[in-house]
């Protein structure tokens, strides 16, 4: 499983908190801003690695292609 930061996490949860305070005026507190983002991570985790996976892979075949036909441009006519 993938750690964040421990700088990057603690701007999340910050995030976390701030949204819960000023959506539903709640005030989570530390264990319950570690909890949401345990829950959603755990969750969403895996998936979203996987969403970007695949724009990857898509970006590279792309890349690919074009390698490819810039590759041909370079070759000289023969005579």
């Known amino acids: 499983m993938y750690s964040f930061k ?3 996490k ?3 949860l910050d995030e976390i908190a701030y949204f819960f305070k ?3 005026d709640l005030d989570l507190g530390i264990i319950g801003t570690d ?3 345990d829950f ?3 969750m969403m985790g895996d998936r ?3 969403m970007a996976l695949n724009d ?3 970006f590279y075949k792309k890349y690919a292609e074009e390698m490819e036909t ?3 441009t370079l070759f000289k006519d023969e005579r």
């Open 6 to 8: 421990e700088n990057d």
């Open 10 to 12: 603690k701007a999340m």
């Open 22 to 24: 000023e959506e539903y």
């Open 35 to 37: 909890n949401i983002f």
């Open 40 to 42: 959603f991570t755990g």
């Open 48 to 50: 979203i690695y996987n």
């Open 56 to 58: 990857a892979k898509r």
């Open 70 to 72: 810039d590759f041909y």
